[in-house]
């Protein structure tokens, strides 16, 4: 009987240690993951933001060249058009 039960324990440290690395390798494959998204998340955020500059220089770019008056003209008529459409 004792002998049954040394096994039956050792057998069950065996396998709470094996379920143990599992769930270690399962958090470490989350963890890297996460740290991917985060690195993705900041890139896209990035891009938007110099997009978003290369946008706002164009715009002045395009103020400056064509003259406020022009743009504004042009912003009035696409609106008109937008709303017969």
């Known amino acids: 009987m004792a002998l049954s039960f040394t096994i039956q324990a050792d057998f069950s440290i065996q396998e709470v240690i094996h379920k143990y690395a599992e769930l270690q390798q399962q ?5 890297e993951d996460y740290e991917n998204e985060l690195a993705s998340r900041r890139m896209w955020q990035a891009q938007a933001r110099n997009f978003e500059r290369s946008l706002q220089t164009t715009n002045m770019g395009l103020v400056c060249s064509i003259g406020f008056s022009k743009v504004l003209e042009l912003l009035t008529y696409s609106r008109k058009q937008t709303a017969l459409s």
């Open 27 to 31: 958090y470490h494959n989350k963890s």
